[in-house]
């Protein structure tokens, strides 16, 4: 484990397009609520509303700090599409100093 402390986790979400991915993506790198956000293609099975759903989706891993998390939740909730968006939040425990080190400062502002 490394001797510096981080709070660092990685957030997951779902966008029900790439477009709506490639946003909400940018904003939270424009904000600084991110650094850095990977865009996959997903397929997600799921019931939803009585019923079960078979939609292509994308996945957002997002790398961020966890007390950055209530405003990333509250700017991806204001332009999701979704009523209940995936957003889920996975503690960092163990990682290469030096990229958690990068993280921390792009969300805090800091210059390299």
């Known amino acids: 484990m490394s001797e510096t402390s981080y709070s660092l986790c990685i957030v997951l979400m779902t966008a029900s397009s790439q477009e709506e991915a490639k946003t909400i993506a940018s904003q939270l790198i424009e904000q600084r609520l991110a650094a850095c956000v ?10 939803w509303n009585d019923g079960v759903c078979n939609d292509d989706e994308w996945q957002l891993i997002i790398k961020t700090d966890l007390k950055k998390f209530p405003a990333l939740q509250e700017q991806a909730i204001a332009i999701h599409s979704y009523d209940v968006p995936e957003l889920i939040a996975i503690p960092i425990v163990q990682g290469y100093e030096p ?6 400062q792009e969300v805090q502002g800091e210059t390299r």
């Open 38 to 47: 990977n865009l996959f293609p997903v397929h997600s099975i799921y019931r």
């Open 99 to 104: 990229y958690l080190h990068w993280v921390t």
